[in-house]
């Protein structure tokens, strides 16, 4: 199995890390070239690739000719798009200098396919001046819905550049979606949009990590029934969700009919759709105690979609707890009454106040 390293993504920034604008390659260049090498060596302990199996028994000096007439497809397959001769014979000049074995050679082959640009990057051109490219086209879709490169059918409609008619586009986005592969779409949409990731760094030991999973499958189990057999509105009115029965214990209700396994059941009392979620709350309340200014700027920016105004946030003072007998509400009023801080508290205070019932775990008070 190849296992790259992760995309560092900035998270300060949209929190999608298919957002180009915050990714970065620092530091982790020689990450996915240690990757390829790893793989490559554990190919070539494999007994190598089957494209390239018949080549096995061949003198050491015919082993990359025997290579040459299926590079050409095999290469393309990985870097989802055709290469040029020119590419072909550069890497077969490669081999032939520095290999001495059919196993070394299968090793250089693998490390220069996965350490390849065509590989690492998705290809964008300029379409205002270029056109749409079909191999762009198909490698943009099958990442989006997939998460993963494109197959034979679709690598076959940019060859011959039908997937640029609509019919096509449609019928091929509609097979995909039905393949099993789609689910992906939905989960990791639904953990980048809820930043459900942040909850796998928050335990404190291994019971709290377990449970910090649970709230985060339950989420990604609710929100794949919304997406797939649902209509939207059930995103916020559902009164059902999935628990097991550390999860309803956590929920505080009846977990005795509930094993390990998640369940179909009815939302736990007080609560329906995914805003009053524990994942949700205790995502957006990463201090220790309930955060309701992070909790309405998601509410009103993600999820609702009316963000607040952009602009320079003004250096003022944290908000004061409440052991002085104030509430939350009494502290958000004095940031209302700063003109720089109501244009953004007039819109997120509503969602984060109303949120106040829950604490920063997503428990009811």
Known sequence: ELNLPNDSVNLNGS????DGSILSLAGATEGYYDTAANFGAAMRAGGGLSPFAHCAELPVSEIWSCFEPELGWWLGWIHRRPVSEETVQR???IGEAVDDSYGSAIETLVTFALTSPNFLFHYVRDTAVEGVDPYELIDRLS???WSSGPDAELLATAEDASILRPDVLEAQAVRML???KALRLYRNFSRMWIQLDSLLRRGND???DTLYQDLRQETLLFLETVFVEETLDTLFAADWTYLNRRLAEQYEVD???LGEEFEHVASPPGRRGVLTQASVLFAHSPSGVSDPIRRGFWT???LVCNPPPRGTIPNVA???NTEGGETVRDILAEHRRIPSCASCHEYTDPYGIALEVFDNLGRRR
């Open 178 to 180: 039905e393949d099993e």
């Open 255 to 257: 977990a005795s009919a």
């Open 206 to 208: 291994d019971e709290e």
């Open 318 to 320: 944290p908000l004061r």
């Open 15 to 18: 929190g999608f890390d298919t």
């Open 143 to 145: 990442y989006f819905i």
């Open 300 to 302: 009103a920016g993600r």
């Open 91 to 93: 890497l077969v000049s």
